[in-house]
């Protein structure tokens, strides 16, 4: 829930490193997921999984979303973009809403991923950023 806090407080001070908090936390469950797993492989998790899944398949473009698994157990930072019911972090081993939506990809993210991340300009500026705001929290 830091993490989250960290992304909050970020938004309201409106930190220009991470462009897309003006809208968090709708169409942000990406890029969130993307720093929060950098954060949690260099405080030593290993295998987080990245789900993708396909939530409404009646709009255009169809809408999807991304959260990671850790052990089984969703860690999700923007789940409230889909509703008031929906709480702002969500860490379970059986959330309801995650376990009823459609599956469509998941990937185990390893150290080339985070390699990869974090040599990527913007996501290294974003986890510079968060890292920053976590500290204030």
Excluded at 48 to 63: F, G, K, R, S, Y
Excluded at 91 to 100: I, N
Aim: charged letters at 30%.
């Amino acid at each position: 829930t830091q993490f989250r806090v960290a992304l909050d407080r970020a938004k309201k001070a409106g930190e220009r490193r991470i462009h897309w908090l003006k809208r968090f936390p709708k169409d942000c469950c990406d890029f969130a997921s993307w720093v929060l797993f950098l954060y949690l492989f260099r405080n030593g998790f290993r295998d987080v999984v990245e789900v993708t899944a396909m939530l409404d398949q009646t709009t255009i473009p169809e809408t999807k979303h991304v959260w990671l698994e850790l052990s089984g157990i969703v860690v999700d930072v923007t789940a409230d973009q889909f509703g008031q019911a929906l709480s702002k972090v969500i860490v379970s081993d059986s959330s309801p809403w995650h376990l009823s939506q459609e599956i469509i990809e998941r990937e185990v993210l390893r150290e080339e991923k985070e390699k990869r991340f974090a040599s990527n300009t913007p996501t290294k500026e974003w986890f510079q950023a968060v890292t920053d705001w976590l500290e204030e929290c």
